[in-house]
């Protein structure tokens, strides 16, 4: 059973204010898309019938859901380093701030290989009107190449940029690619086009948002110093940026010790700020990018290309990425952009000026300290979303490789939490296999608990929502998809969507001397790269006699849905689902000439 099934619930300012702008005209553009497929006409049903045993309408309707479910995404490697696939749900433990829970929910999950297909032939002559156009290649994998261009220094912008173009020659025909950074500039929306991508990836360069480049400050406070210095108060680290503000500002004078300290903490101060400011940025287009690449059907991995960054104070925001992405399916992997990476404690020349012989010894500790912090919300994304870090290695090539192929087996583990407090507060969480054959277990770390109760009609919403942005075929329930057009010019076509349905293979309840039920339809097109165009939802009530569920409906219902489109490849994702929470899914393709 899929995790589908199982989910039931200044400059600086400027900048800011255009990313958010270009996320809000994306998600606009998407819910006016959704808002006029609820707002569209119900199709007449197949089987006219005077006493209204089944009716249509359009309507959003709510769902019973469990808002407490916690799913832990699990890869299990042996000795040679490979994904193991013949694990059961007896197989595993779970325990929650050390106290073992029931594991509701378990699915086994496998990755579908990737397509090897040619490219699609070109449609055929217009001089042989005739000739049949080739069927439309769907897209099946969406990878989304985020670049750290906040965090990132140009040297290492450079060798990760030449290898993600090294990368894009691999990828098939059943891919789309898209380009994101964290600065918001320079994104490309997903697409099979490799010279638009080429030029994206060839326009990217460094730019910090809030800090500044090329100029000497006195004293040198690297973030990871600042977050001690100030969010932990540790004394060691005020005493090391002292000592290097009186070193650097009054030539170590020690009269000047009190003006020292004050300049490290003001120092200190306008570090932090700044810093948060870039991570809670990056982290910020990191949870859209999600949200943006959940809405595409098929597999979807987001590959984060970065050196790493503290995310001081940010632990529940980054926990809040995870989070998303597991639940809407969606694998994070990372590269460290650093590669092989040898801290340098004195930093250069104009760097070393500064430092004081005091301090020099604990610099060098803070600095490996901080090489290693960094890359944790790296590993932290990774790691919750089953996918894989690369690090400490200048191979970015073979690092593409390894982080853009998701593993081939992977576990979802369900549990719901007793007795939660809704205090935001962090839960740490453990997965074991029983009597293991020396076998690496990957899995998310812990969760934070909600600040807020789930709204149940929301939660209906989203598992519908994420269902139809899926390529999965869910059977569920017994139904059939159909696809026919009609051109009424040569620019304007009118495609039909048929989905039938044999009713007397569903669940019924009796009340009332009638067999009731209900089936939400909705029918979802997308373009050939997979972007959402319009939807279709309808309700069907059923409330049945039983000589009509026994003798009339041997053929079973059909709902049509139709849509106006113009001449072009287009995809048609079909989800089903009854009052019980079944749920059938089906995919279709349809080129109109």
């Known amino acids: 059973m899929s995790i589908l099934t199982l989910r039931l619930r200044a400059r600086h300012a400027a900048v800011i204010s255009l990313l958010c ?3 809000a005209v994306i998600a606009l553009s998407i819910a006016s898309a959704q808002t006029s497929a609820a707002s569209a006409p119900a199709s007449s049903q197949s089987a006219s019938n005077p006493s209204q045993e089944i009716t249509s309408h359009d309507e959003l309707t709510t769902f019973k859901v469990n808002v407490n479910l916690v799913l832990v995404r699990v890869v299990v ?19 929650d701030n050390r106290k073992p829970q029931v594991i509701k929910h378990f699915a086994m999950e496998q990755s579908s290989s990737k397509s090897n297909a040619a490219p699609p032939e070109p449609p055929k002559s217009p001089d042989n009107p005739n000739a049949p156009l080739p069927p439309p290649i769907a897209p099946t994998h969406y990878v989304a190449y985020v670049f ?19 990368h894009l020659g691999t990828l098939t025909p059943t891919d789309r690619a898209a380009i994101f950074t964290t600065s918001g500039q320079g994104n490309l929306d997903f697409t099979d086009d490799r010279d638009k991508l080429r030029q994206a990836l060839n326009g990217i360069t460094p730019r910090p948002v809030a800090r500044s480049t ?37 030539q170590d004078q020690p009269q000047y010790m009190s003006a020292a300290a ?23 287009v990191l949870k859209e990018v999600v949200r943006r690449i959940a809405v595409m059907p098929g597999q979807r991995t987001v590959l984060l290309l970065s050196p790493g960054f503290l995310t001081p104070e940010l632990e529940y925001e980054y926990d809040e990425v995870g989070e998303r992405a597991l639940r809407s399916q969606v694998m994070i992997s990372a590269l460290n952009a650093r590669g092989l990476y040898a801290p340098m404690p004195l930093g250069d020349a104009s760097t070393s000026q500064r430092i004081s012989p005091v301090t020099q010894n604990q610099r060098m500790l803070y600095e490996t300290a901080a090489a290693t912090a960094d890359e944790d919300v ?12 690369f690090h400490n290695n200048n191979d970015f090539d073979e690092g593409f490789r390894l982080i853009a192929a998701p593993p081939e087996y992977s576990y979802v583990l369900g549990f719901s939490p007793q007795n939660l407090k809704l ?20 899995a998310r770390k812990g969760y934070y608990a909600p600040k807020h109760v789930a709204d149940p009609a929301e939660e209906a919403k989203q598992e519908i929502e994420e269902a139809l942005f899926s390529q999965e075929e869910l059977h569920d329930l017994p139904v059939d998809l159909h696809t026919q057009f009609f051109k009424s010019s040569d620019i304007d076509a009118k495609l039909a969507v048929l989905v039938h349905v044999d009713v007397k293979r569903m669940h019924f309840h009796k009340a009332e001397g009638r067999n009731q039920g209900n089936l939400t339809v909705v029918s979802g097109l997308f373009d050939r790269n997979g972007k959402f165009i319009t939807g279709s939802q309808k309700i069907i009530d059923m409330h049945l006699k039983d000589d009509t569920l026994a003798n009339k409906l041997g053929n ?3 709902v049509k849905s139709s849509f106006d489109v113009k001449p072009g490849s287009y995809l048609v994702r079909l989800v089903v689902r009854d009052a019980e929470g079944q749920l059938s899914a089906a995919n279709g393709a349809i080129e109109i000439p």
């Open 423 to 442: 205090d935001g507060k962090f839960h740490s969480l453990k997965v074991t296999v029983k009597d293991p054959p020396k076998l690496d277990i990957q």
């Open 21 to 23: 702008l270009l996320f």
């Open 556 to 558: 079973g219902i059909t």
């Open 77 to 95: 490697r042996n000795s040679h380093g490979n994904a193991v696939g013949n694990l059961r749900q007896e197989d595993f433990e779970l325990f």
């Open 214 to 250: 090329g100029i000497s400050s006195c004293p040198d406070v690297p973030l990871y110093l600042a977050d001690l210095i100030v969010n932990k108060r540790d004394p060691t680290a005020t005493d090391v940026a002292t000592y290097d503000a009186l070193h650097c500002a009054y």
């Open 378 to 389: 790296l590993a932290a994304l990774t790691y919750e979303t089953g996918g894989v870090l």
């Open 148 to 166: 750290d261009d906040v965090h990132i220094a140009f040297g290492d912008l450079a060798h990760v940029r030449d290898a993600a173009l090294h």
């Open 262 to 284: 004050q300049l490290a903490e003001s120092t200190a101060q306008g570090v932090l700020q700044a810093g948060e400011h870039e991570s809670r940025l990056s982290l910020t």
